[in-house]
């Protein structure tokens, strides 16, 4: 019998530490793609070493949390990838603890594999370690910041400042929108707020309405429906609906088969009985009337 591999889940982290104290960074990448985003201060005084196992730990931690059945670890500290996986042996005391509980979480995974990669390869992970630590700020993934080409930016900015001037189709479109917490929200007929979402966030949540653990691959106007009833909004959500579910490979697959013809019919009308083709209901007549 063969057996259907799961996708995996994808962990890179990095860990770093400096005189003021440690930060670590963790990316988790669901195998949907859905990209999350982590970054935790550690205490002061760590050797970049016990960042770096910190990191890795509370990745373990993280997936063990949302059982995950498989998964990858990616790292740019080749000690760490090689302690992990047996190749070096653990004799240092601060960095034992660290080790023990990774190894003691690793074997509730059926399957696990880890990789080296170059720090160039480990840009994000390295990025939000330097930001717990303070070199940057830390921008969660999902977060309420809005990008140049994001569509909710006119709106957000003219609801932060309605004295500016702005065109009339702007204004009356921001009476169906709300501002709260730096979040923005569409107000439906009946009251309700729905949260707008991005072009990234929407292709995440259309994926988990359609073929995610409780999707049925559903159509567009179904799956518009339970993005509304889940409280989620963005203008084109029918017309990316529609898109999503026509590029889905199963449903093309196993859809139904459609039986109709490839060109429109053009049926022949007769407004009167027997025009274009008449019926010889007694034959021949013999001897002719004539005669």
Known sequence: MNYVEPVPWTLFFDGSSCKQGGGIGIVIISPRGANFEFAFPTEPMVTNNQAEYEAVLRGIQLLHEVKAEAIEIFGDSLL??????????????????????????????PHVSFQHIPRAQNQEANRLAQSALGYRVVQEILSNETLDNDWRVEIVDYLRNSS????????????????????????????????CLNQEEAKVLMGEVHKGICGAHQSAYKMKWIIYRTGYFWPAILEDCFEYYKRCQDCQRFGNIQKSPASAMNPIIKPWLFRGWRIDLIGQIFPPSSK
């Open 80 to 109: 760490i990838i090689n302690l992990l996986i047996g190749l070096y042996e653990c004799k240092e005391d601060t960095l034992r603890r660290y080790y023990d509980e990774c190894q003691r979480l690793l074997k509730e995974f």
């Open 164 to 195: 500016q001037k702005v065109t009339r189709k702007l204004r009356y479109k921001s009476t169906k929108y709300v501002l709260l917490d730096d979040q923005l929200y569409y107000k439906t007929i009946d009251g309700a707020l729905l949260k």
